[in-house]
């Protein structure tokens, strides 16, 4: 059996990369709401797949990598970054994130990203610039 660093590998790879969604059922069952550490806070497989693929429909070219993952007992942390470009352009994106999650039996049960969104959507140009600076001096987006 894979070790958790290995399950996280594998998410990343077969469905974010490959786009093969059959992997997914095999990779990523959330345990039901009791059981999460945060009820509700973690995607559902159908969630999944519709944020992976608005990212990959936003990003062409795509790239990702995992930069560290640090494992702790049934829990594994991941920074994970994907690059690429604007989609229908040459525009340069790079949008990070930092992830938890809990693996058991070589599945994700659990899945807590946080997601540098901000920076992703002014990298998008659906944004304007600097916008977390802007709303840090009291300034709202309209």
Known sequence: MANKKDTIFRWYQEVWING??????????????????????TADPEEAREIVTALNCLISNHKLRIINVIEEGDWVSALVEMTGVKAGTETPVEVRWLTMSRV???CIVESYPQVNLLSFFEQLGQLPPHSFELMLGGSALR
């Not at 059959?22 to 009820?39: F, G, S, V």
């Open 104 to 106: 058991e039996d070589g």
């Open 20 to 41: 093969r969604w059959e992997q997914m059922d095999e990779i990523y069952r959330p345990a039901a709401d009791e059981d999460c550490l945060i009820p509700g806070a």
